[in-house]
Each structure stands twice: as structure tokens, then as C-alpha cells.
């Protein structure tokens, strides 16, 4: 328990106050990672650059967004600004600042967060083309309600209550709450799965082998590569955060609870420290190994400082830095104070040097970030072009790695790290990058060498951990049984071009597939149709078992796919891809809590020969399915062009009237494996049935509607644009008794 404090006695205008933590400052702040916009900033090691521990939460503003589009939210509400995100910020920093100075303390109110490297295009006009594909914001801010600094130096820790905040007693409640709480000391097990990269390593090689021809034929004097590792992953963000840094303690430790997203930064290197009108920045270039015993680790620490390779990568990039430094400082006041400087961690050694200067009257903090933004270490020289370069090359966006994690003020001051080391956890993945500067005499397997030295820290900390709870899914594809990452079909194909192809859907309990026969009758009939050639002859149960039995699932109810691909000319000698896939099914949530299914009639009429079979031309149902969502809605029913009934966006439709079963009738509409099972089945039952076109209205009157498809069996429909059917639930429940 820490030691209870005063709260009530309040210094310096009733917002700061010294306070006793009476645990260690990690134990502190793992009270808060919990909770949405926490961000915490620890310094490990022993650098000069490491003294003090930084805790922001309960923001009472949030800065966050993508491109051109910003959104700052108070407890006011959302301001939406289309505008560039550097002229966004200049405009908060000016609404809140605080005139007076505070020399004693690095940060008192302001904003905690990152830049996204992908900002680079809101400075420069720059080609994008490498793939967007994670979508994290670009820039993500918070501005704390509570700011705790503790200091390492002096071991005095200072809590700080914004005065910019609104609502300053019920901040000081809720931190009070939990600061005086009984700390649990269990921490979360972590796991993750298999990392796999956005290049091969000869892929690699090839992009570094790229950017010395582009140096030789004089585009550039030096880029900077990296590569992705990206990887399943669960578990405890914060418990992360704390092994890697009791593991490798480095100056510039960051989590950030983004809600969604979570960011664990563990950067060496410092982009930019501004004290008033002082600013400073500390690039780092060269990194070897440590070594495994006292005479290795010389050896390699000597190599690195007598290298004129990194001497010379180094020497560049703080010529870099300097111009970019010019833009903004006085005349006269730029300088390496130390050049060359050798700096150890547990994994690696780096050379450091540190670079300062005198900020120019008439510049602010925008402008000094918009001047050195991204940061040359981790871009090359000259800048412009290797950022185009990097474009090109890396296959993925890079979004936080080589952006800033840090503090921007209110009171004039400013540090950030270099994104580097730097993980996101989204989505239950795992992701991060490594990379490294490339001149001239490069060796491409020592620059490859180097990324994967870098990334050590990380992956080791899953090396000691128990075996991944998240297995490696598996699947068949012509023939072959594999990761279903090792997969792939021809982008050039008529089925990835065209939707050119067909699939089955079918409910696998317990390695059991129900109604194969007709599930594989349904498939030969589509493949005659469309591909004009005899189906295959494959034993369908057999394959279907291999792949559920790779996954785990034998004891499980499955959804397995047969799909069917069309390829192009010359595409191969079968000219089609076969997959089968398979996953665990569970019943949808809406059937547990409302014993149904909403309908939402859509808007989009439906008339196409395609219907009549499971085509992968799907995107029509499935935007369908998302309209209902957005509606509130399980289903959308789908109408065909005269306003009749024709089917659900996943499902057929049966309709009850007493002893009769009424089938909607559609020109081209798809003849359902489980509602011909039902079909018989009712027959059985003493149902008579007709087939006839049907009006949405005309449901209100029947006794019940019945969706039916072969993972869900047989369901009712409960309402229809928010208003009440009568249900079936009882036929269902004794149709899927007798069916499933």
C-alpha cells in the first residue's frame, strides 16, 4: 500500500503538490494502465538522458486522426478539423499555453502522445504507395487531467492536477481511488504466435542491393530499410511493457493506452528535447551485438567505434541534422557538443551524437518539429529523396515506427524519442519494425543481420514464455495441406480479378460433415456451369477431416469452406485454385439473448442469373449484411425487382401459415442445403408446401418466418424494420432437435 497523503493541501496555485509513492514507480503506474489514455513515460539505464518517469491520465482532451481529418474531443464534445494536423496543433498549443515558466520540471501540462512517420506527407508532396494496411491514427494526444513526474535524480515525485481541466475534484477523486486501492501483484501471461515479416530475407537483400544503385547513380547518399514483423498475439499489453523493461531498461520507455491500441515503445534515441528556446537531438547510427563473453563484447564494441562505415553514416546524418536545425535556430548557435559517443545496452552497442542549438525569436514548437520532422536518422540523406526511396521499397506503411512518441507542452518544453523498438498491439496482433541505415559499401546479409540483432529484445521475451496459446491455422489448397499464410492465389487470376468462382459452406460437428453429399451435389452442378469441365474427383470428407484435425478442431462445431477459383491463361495446368478452409463455429449471440433474428428490408433490389449458386462474387450480400447492422438489424431481407421476397443476405426464407409453408419464389435465387433438408423434413410432419411471390408486409400476418442456412440450421425471424413477427421458435427448436 503506498502512503496516504494529504490530497486536500494543494501548492503553487492548487495544482501541484509533492507526494510519497511508497512502491516502485512501475507498481504505480500498472494501477493506471488500465485505463483509455493512460500514458506513461519511464527512462531506464543510466544515460545522461534518463532521469525522469512520467505519468499522464484521465485525459480531459484528446487529439487524434488520419491524413487531413482531426478530431478533438473534450468532455464538451467532438470538433472536426479538415485542416493540416501541424496547423491543428499549433492551434491548441496557442489556446492553452501557460505563460509562466517552470525551469524545475520537464512537464506540467500539456500533451502526451505520437507522431506518426506517415505525417511526413502532410510537410512534403510525396508518392504513397506502399500499403496502408493497419490504419492507426496518424496522431494520437492526450491531455492528462493527472500528470505524476517523478524524478530519479532526486527521488522526489511531483502530482500535477491540469489547470486547463474543468472538472479538477472528480480527476483527483478517481486518482485518489485508485492510488490508495490494493495493488494486485499477478501479472497477465503473454503469448504470440509465429512472426513473419513483410519481406523475405532475400526480398531483403534485394531492396538494399536497390538503394546502392540508386547511391551510385547519385539519387542519394543513404537510406534507411526496414522491415515488419507481424505476429498473433495475447495477453496483457502493460505486463509486456514492464518484462521488456525490466529486461532492457533504455532512456525512452513509452506505453500508451490508446483503448483500441496500444503502444510499447523501448527507443534509445531522442529526436528532440526543447527547454524554452534550447533544443537539442541525439541520432544514433552504428550497432553492433553485445558479445557473449568480456573479449567478444570489446572485440565488437572497438569494431564499431574504428568503423568508417558508420563513422561515415553517422557524420552525414548529423549534417543533416545541423541544416535542419539551421532552419529554425539562430544564427551561429548550432553544434555537435559530442560526436562518436559509445553508448551500451544489454543487446547492442550504438554510436551517439548530440547536436544542439538556440531556437529563433520568432519560431515555436511547430515550427521546430515541422523542420526536422521525420528525423534523418531514420529516413537518409538527403531526406526528400530517401523518404520516396522507402516508399517504394518497403511494401507497408510505416504509421508509428520512425514517427515521435513524447510530450509537448503547454509551458515550452518538448521531448521525443525516435519510434524506434517501438511495438503496436491491435486487433490481437503483434507488431513492430526493424531497420537500418544503408550506404554505399552496405553488406546486405550484415544489414539484414542487423535488423534481426535489433529485434532480439522482443521476440526473446516470447522465446521464454509458454508455447503460443494462438495456433498457426492450416489449410488445403491444391493438394497441399499448409499455413494458411504460405497460400496465395495469382492477383492476375479471373477469380481474384472477377469474382470468378463458387463455394460450399458446411457445418462440421465433430469432424462429421453434415450433408455432404448434397453440399458437394450443389458444388459439381456450379462447376459445370461455370468452369464447362468435369468436377474433380476428390474424396471431399477426407480433406475437409485433414484440415479440421490440423487446426485442433476435431471436437469442435466447424464452418468449412470448399472454394473454387478460376485462373487465367496460362495460369496453370488445372487452370483453378481448390482451398478448403475451416474455423470454429459458435451460434450467434442473438439467438442466445433474443431467441431470433432482426430483419431489415433492404433498399437494393436483387436480379442476377449469379444467384441461383454460392459464387465468390459475394459483395452485394455482404455490403447488405453491413447495411442491416448500421440499421440495427441481424439480416437484411432482400427483395427482387417487382418488391417481392426472394431471400436473406445469409439465409432462405420459409413462411408459416398454420399447417402451410409458403417458399418466396425468385427467378434466380439459391437452392438452400439446409432448407431442403427442412423442407423434407416438415413433409414428414404433415406440412404442405407452395412456392409463390411474397410481399414484405404480407409477413406480419403469417405465423412465423423461418431463416434457414446449413451452420445455423433453422432460426425465426422476430421483427421486421422494428416491428414485432410472430415467432417460430418452437418449430425451430424441434426442426434443429431432429436436423442438427
Keep these: 500500500m503506498p502512503a496516504k497523503k494529504d490530497f486536500e493541501k494543494k501548492t503553487e496555485n492548487n495544482y501541484r503538490q509533492k507526494i510519497v509513492l511508497g512502491e516502485p514507480f512501475m507498481d504505480f503506474v500498472s494501477r493506471f494502465a488500465h485505463l483509455a489514455g493512460t500514458v506513461v513515460f519511464m527512462s531506464g539505464g543510466d544515460h545522461d538522458c534518463a532521469r525522469y518517469h512520467i505519468l499522464g491520465i484521465l485525459p480531459w482532451l484528446t487529439v487524434s486522426g488520419y491524413n487531413q481529418n482531426l478530431y478533438l474531443t473534450t468532455s464538451e464534445g467532438t470538433i472536426h478539423y479538415n485542416s493540416n494536423p501541424f496547423d491543428v496543433l499549433r492551434l491548441i498549443l496557442n489556446k492553452y499555453k501557460m505563460n509562466d515558466a517552470y525551469n524545475d520540471i520537464p512537464f506540467m501540462s500539456g500533451l502526451m502522445g505520437y507522431l506518426s512517420y506517415d505525417l511526413k506527407d502532410s510537410l512534403e508532396k510525396l508518392p504513397r504507395t506502399s500499403l496502408n494496411d493497419i490504419q492507426m491514427p496518424d496522431v494520437l494526444f492526450y491531455a492528462p487531467s493527472i500528470t505524476v513526474v517523478h524524478d530519479r535524480l532526486t527521488d522526489e515525485t511531483d502530482l500535477i492536477i491540469s489547470p486547463q481541466n474543468k472538472d479538477k475534484d472528480k480527476a ?72 521488456l523493461y525490466e529486461n532492457n531498461p533504455a532512456a525512452f520507455f513509452s506505453y500508451i493506452n490508446g483503448d483500441t491500441l496500444q503502444i510499447i515503445s523501448t527507443s534509445p534515441e531522442r529526436f528532440i528535447l526543447q527547454q524554452g528556446t534550447k ?74 551524437s548530440v547536436v544542439e542549438g538556440i531556437l529563433k525569436d520568432d519560431k515555436d514548437q511547430v515550427d521546430l518539429i515541422k523542420a526536422i520532422f521525420p528525423g534523418g536518422s531514420i529516413t537518409g540523406c538527403p531526406k526528400i529523396r530517401a523518404m520516396e526511396i522507402i516508399d517504394e521499397l518497403e511494401p507497408c506503411r510505416r504509421h508509428i515506427y520512425t514517427g515521435s512518441i ?76 499448409k499455413p494458411d499464410d504460405n497460400s496465395c492465389v495469382c492477383a492476375c487470376s479471373e477469380g481474384f480479378m472477377y469474382g ?27 462447376w459445370e456451369y461455370f468452369f464447362k469441365d468435369t468436377p474433380p474427383d476428390l474424396t471431399w470428407e477426407d480433406i475437409i477431416k485433414q484440415v479440421i484435425a490440423a487446426n485442433g478442431l476435431l471436437n469442435e462445431t466447424v464452418s468449412a469452406k470448399i472454394i473454387a477459383a478460376k485462373g487465367g491463361e496460362n495460369y496453370s495446368m488445372a487452370n483453378y485454385d481448390l482451398l478448403v478452409i475451416a474455423k470454429a463455429y459458435s451460434k450467434r449471440p442473438q439467438l442466445k439473448s433474443n431467441k431470433g433474428l432482426n430483419l431489415a428490408l433492404y433498399t437494393e433490389p436483387r436480379q442476377t442469373p449469379l444467384a441461383s449458386y454460392k459464387t465468390l462474387n459475394y459483395l452485394y450480400y455482404l455490403l447488405a449484411g453491413q447495411w442491416a447492422k448500421e440499421k440495427g438489424a441481424d439480416e437484411a431481407l432482400i427483395i427482387n425487382p417487382d418488391g417481392s421476397i426472394s431471400e436473406t443476405n445469409t439465409a432462405n426464407i420459409l413462411i408459416v401459415y398454420g399447417n402451410k409453408i409458403i417458399r418466396p419464389v425468385s427467378t434466380h435465387v439459391l437452392c438452400g442445403i439446409m432448407e431442403t433438408a427442412v423442407k423434407k423434413l416438415l413433409l414428414k410432419w404433415g406440412y404442405q408446401f407452395e412456392d409463390k411471390k411474397f410481399l414484405p408486409d404480407d409477413l406480419f400476418a403469417a405465423d412465423g418466418v423461418i431463416l434457414t442456412n446449413s451452420l445455423m440450421g433453422a432460426v425465426p425471424a422476430i421483427g421486421l424494420d422494428g416491428k414485432k ?6 418449430l425451430c427448436e424441434k426442426i434443429n432437435n431432429e436436423l442438427l
Design 406 to 481: 513524447g510530450y509537448i507542452s503547454f509551458h515550452n518544453t518538448m521531448d521525443f524519442s525516435i519510434a524506434i523498438r517501438t511495438i503496436s498491439l491491435l486487433n490481437n496482433k503483434i507488431v513492430y519494425s526493424v531497420g537500418g541505415g544503408i550506404v554505399l559499401d552496405s553488406n546486405p546479409e550484415d544489414e539484414y543481420d542487423e535488423t534481426l540483432h535489433k529485434g532480439r529484445t522482443i521476440m526473446d521475451t516470447f522465446e521464454t514464455t509458454k508455447e503460443a496459446a494462438i495456433e498457426k491455422s492450416f489449410i488445403w489448397h491444391n493438394g497441399i495441406l
Design 725 to 730: 413477427l410472430n415467432s417460430s421458435f418452437d
Design 172 to 243: 483527483l477523486h478517481t486518482f485518489r481511488q485508485i492510488f490508495e486501492g490494493r495493488l494486485s501483484k499477478k501479472r497477465n501471461e503473454m503469448h504470440a504466435g509465429n512472426f513473419t515479416s513483410c519481406f523475405s530475407k532475400d526480398s531483403y537483400i534485394e531492396a538494399v542491393n536497390k538503394i546502392k544503385e540508386y547511391i551510385k547513380a547519385g539519387d542519394v547518399y543513404q537510406v534507411n530499410l526496414s522491415q515488419r514483423f507481424i505476429a498473433d498475439f495475447s495477453g496483457d499489453a502493460f505486463a509486456l511493457f514492464a518484462t
Design 279 to 352: 533544443i537539442e537531438t541525439r541520432p544514433i547510427k552504428g550497432t553492433r551485438p553485445r558479445g557473449a563473453t568480456p573479449s567478444e563484447d570489446e572485440k565488437l564494441k572497438s569494431d564499431l567505434l574504428e568503423s568508417s562505415k558508420d563513422d561515415a553514416e553517422l557524420s552525414m546524418i548529423v549534417d543533416l541534422l545541423r541544416n535542419d536545425f539551421g532552419k529554425v535556430c539562430k544564427a551561429g548557435s548550432v553544434e555537435v557538443v559530442e560526436h562518436k559517443r559509445i553508448e551500451a545496452y544489454r543487446n547492442v552497442y550504438h554510436l551517439v
Design 500 to 526: 470468378y468462382g463458387f463455394f460450399e459452406t458446411i457445418r462440421v460437428n465433430k469432424g462429421n460433415p453434415a450433408f455432404l453429399n448434397e453440399h458437394i451435389r450443389r458444388f459439381n452442378n456450379a
